[in-house]
């Protein structure tokens, strides 16, 4: 079985320029997150998506943090401007939960360095 | 404020010994915890999960125990191994959430090093 799928795997990009991350989740899996990690910390959940419907976006920083998830498979997060303290790894996780717990897979993840 | 703590960011162990990892929460609505395991340049991977109607869940080396009264759950490696040597993540989750769905809460992970 295919695992979660991340590009691409690490970034670099000035401060105030555009970025964006693509996850491809395991194939049947409603659920799709989008995690943060900076350095030091746990994961942080930025978004959850249920098929192609936002379910929480709570702690995703609007002003410059957009995702979507197109056709209910595949997955992209988009910063825009970016700033010094986006520096961190982005992990996409899935999970085939429908109304019961499973655990979530994760994807290797996508590290971003902004100078 | 961190719903979910592991106030010990790393520990040593000689191989072949007991491994704890403890992890505390301050959310009672939390009923389903998670382990998950992170070696550097890879997304965490599950190790194993305990939901709270349970005080105890077992999986070859890996024991994780759950004291709901004092919110406070533990990860045992017996006996540990130099390939235990990683990050481990404590999560925590509710069965609902406000969304219908639910959703993982980490703590900031212990740094585990089992010494040959």
């Known amino acids: 079985e295919a695992g979660v799928a991340q590009s691409p795997r690490y970034k670099i990009i000035e401060k105030r320029q555009s970025v964006a991350f693509w996850c491809n989740p395991i194939s049947g899996h409603a659920t799709l997150y989008w995690y943060q990690q900076i350095l030091g910390q746990g994961p942080k959940l930025l978004i959850q998506?249920?098929?192609?419907?936002?379910?929480?976006d709570s702690q995703l920083p609007k002003d410059r943090f957009s995702a979507e998830r197109l056709k209910g498979v595949d997955s992209t997060l988009k910063i825009q401007p970016a700033k010094l303290e986006d520096s961190a790894v982005y992990l996409c996780?899935?999970?085939?939960?429908?109304?019961?717990?499973?655990?979530?897979?994760f994807g290797q993840g996508t590290r971003l360095t902004v100078v | 404020d961190q719903q979910v703590k592991q106030n010990s960011p790393s520990l040593s162990v000689q191989e072949g010994r007991i491994s704890i990892l403890n992890c505390d929460y301050t959310n009672s609505m939390f009923d389903y915890f998670l382990w998950y395991k992170k070696y550097p340049a890879e997304g965490p991977t599950f190790l194993i999960s305990i939901s709270s109607i349970k005080d105890k869940n077992e999986d070859g080396r890996f024991t994780v125990f759950l004291n709901k009264s004092a919110k406070h759950l533990s990860l045992h490696i017996v006996p540990s191994q130099p390939g235990d040597s990683a990050v481990y993540f404590c999560?925590?989750?509710?069965?609902?959430?406000?969304?219908?769905?639910?959703?993982?809460?980490f703590g900031k992970g212990t740094k585990l090093s089992v010494i040959p």
């Open positions: 996780a899935s999970s085939l939960e429908t109304r019961g717990l499973t655990e979530a897979f």
């Open positions: 998506f249920q098929n192609n419907g936002v379910v929480d």
């Open positions: 999560a925590a989750s509710s069965v609902w959430s406000g969304a219908g769905s639910y959703q993982l809460t």
